[in-house]
């Protein structure tokens, strides 16, 4: 079942789908909905695509596509929509342009790429490109220092990480050790430890039990700035 900001949101999608062939921007969509921020947007789109009701399509402009409705295509009860229920959705043509669309994600602070360090909880946002980022909901963290550098992540990227809980051996994921620090590594299972390998052979892994591991994430992608 849909939240009343995910079915309200589909339906502006599938109107502006059925009347100009184009999906709202990001920004259309915040203030329609009356968000606060982009990354609420990209929250909810981020549902809407796990459920099945959204795709989007990589390198092409405001890419959204509906796949199908709710049954009744109305919010029940006293709930009643802002916009008109939308028709089904006509065939429709998107223009390809480069893959320069962008969507903000909540950027959470600095996180270790050596020993542990905090990943911060922020109010801050990321500008990052949509064919950057697949299915689900993302984030982004700092990379701060450099015992990830042999797999190409250096000290100072951003490393935009989509929200998992489970992640197979050899993933590099974002760990929370003993509910307080937070690491980029690549995660393997031992019997009943947990061990973070470096991808710098000056940094030597570190075991944990299993209980003292929580994966918040795998990594997606990078970005990295030239000064």
């Given amino acids: 079942m849909l939240t009343a900001k995910q079915h309200e949101l589909l339906l502006f999608i599938n109107q502006r ?32 695509e796990e459920r099945g009701f959204i ?16 049954e009744g295509g109305n919010l029940g009860g006293n709930n ?12 429709h043509i998107q223009i390809p342009v480069a893959a320069n669309d962008v969507m903000e994600i909540p950027l959470h602070g ?11 909880e922020g109010q801050n946002s990321l ?7 697949g299915a689900g909901e993302h984030y982004a963290l700092e990379v701060s220092g450099d015992s990830m550098i042999e797999a190409g992540i250096l ?28 690491t980029l590594k690549y995660l393997r299972r031992e019997g009943q430890q947990i061990r973070l390998d470096p991808a ?24 990295r700035r030239y000064h």
Wanted: aromatic content about 4%.
């Fill in 55 to 70: 795709r989007r399509l990589a390198n092409r402009a405001r890419a959204l596509e509906v796949m199908k409705m709710p």
């Fill in 80 to 91: 009643v929509a802002r916009f008109a229920p939308a028709k089904e959705t006509k065939p």
């Fill in 200 to 223: 710098n052979g000056s940094y030597e892994p570190q075991y944990y039990a299993q209980h003292e591991v929580e994966v918040q994430g795998k990594l997606a992608g990078l970005l």
């Fill in 155 to 182: 000290d100072g990227d951003y490393a935009l990480i989509r929200k998992a809980n489970t992640a197979r051996d050899g993933e590099i994921v974002v760990a929370l050790v003993r509910g307080e620090e937070a």
């Fill in 17 to 48: 789908l059925d009347e100009s062939g184009i999906s709202p921007s990001f920004e259309e969509m915040k203030a329609a909905l009356d968000l606060k921020s982009k990354s609420g947007v990209h929250r909810l789109i981020g549902a809407l």
């Fill in 110 to 120: 600095k996180i270790a790429a050596g020993v542990p360090i905090e990943a911060l």
């Fill in 127 to 133: 500008s990052v490109p949509m064919a950057l980022l």
